[in-house]
């Protein structure tokens, strides 16, 4: 049973304008969430985290929200611009546990 | 060179027949992973090693095994290669302290036919 679940597989969005995924998790032990993007034909790369002692965590265009009560954490890219044309898997660990525990992944598409 | 380079990108192999999937990474970690990618299912954990002696399962197991042969050297077997084993596969590394140090290689694609 998937820990962590993207239960969008695909979003399109305007170039300049907000997109924004959804994450939720079921397991309540983890405490550290990452967001990692995959262009085709290359490996996950690592895009933005959130401990679980923060509610946000901005980097450039891309800001992470977590909600512990509601077991949800979403990633913000704004403005999105062509490049952001991906897909972006959301993953979370726990304490001294360095696996990490992925969901389906998100399409997206930025339209120009 | 990339960090972690994993051989061969592509293969075809036949039911039934031994096959090794390779992973060397010039990180200098100690941690390393094997997850397959299946659409919809996004990327499940297969084995890690946090060193040279130390070999764990993961979620998803069966059907295979690996082989540390060094730092740098993770190995994946499929001992009787099955179709359900069609997938992409990634080998990553990560240092001790942290998960966010994730680094990915750039996949296997695997048919099994």
């Known amino acids: 049973d998937q820990q962590v679940k993207q239960n969008s597989p695909s979003l399109s969005v305007q170039e300049g304008r907000i997109s924004i995924l959804n994450c939720d998790y079921t397991n309540s032990m983890f405490d550290y969430f990452l967001w990692y993007k995959k262009y085709p034909a290359e490996g996950p790369t690592f895009l933005i985290s959130?401990?679980?002692?923060?509610d946000k965590n901005e980097d450039g265009r891309f800001t992470v929200f977590l909600n512990k009560s509601a077991k949800h954490l979403s990633l913000h890219i704004v403005p999105s611009q062509p490049g952001d044309s991906a897909v972006y898997f959301c993953?979370?660990?726990?304490?001294?546990?360095?696996?990490?525990?992925f969901g389906a992944g998100t399409t997206v598409t930025v339209r120009a | 060179d990339a960090d972690v380079t994993q051989t061969p990108r592509n293969r075809i192999t036949k039911t039934g027949k031994r096959i090794m999937l390779e992973c060397s990474q010039t990180k200098g970690h100690d941690r390393m992973y094997w997850y397959r990618q299946d659409p919809g299912l996004g990327l499940r954990l297969i084995y890690y090693s946090f060193d040279v002696k130390d070999i764990n399962k993961g979620e998803i197991s069966d059907g295979y095994s690996v082989s540390r042969q060094a730092q740098a050297k993770f190995s994946l077997s499929l001992e009787s290669a099955i179709p359900n084993q069609t997938a992409l596969y990634f080998c990553a590394t990560s240092p001790g302290q942290g998960a966010s140090g994730y680094t990915f290689g750039s996949g296997t694609r695997l048919t099994v036919v």
């Open positions: 959130i401990s679980s002692i923060k």
């Open positions: 993953a979370a660990s726990y304490y001294n546990d360095y696996k990490l525990s």
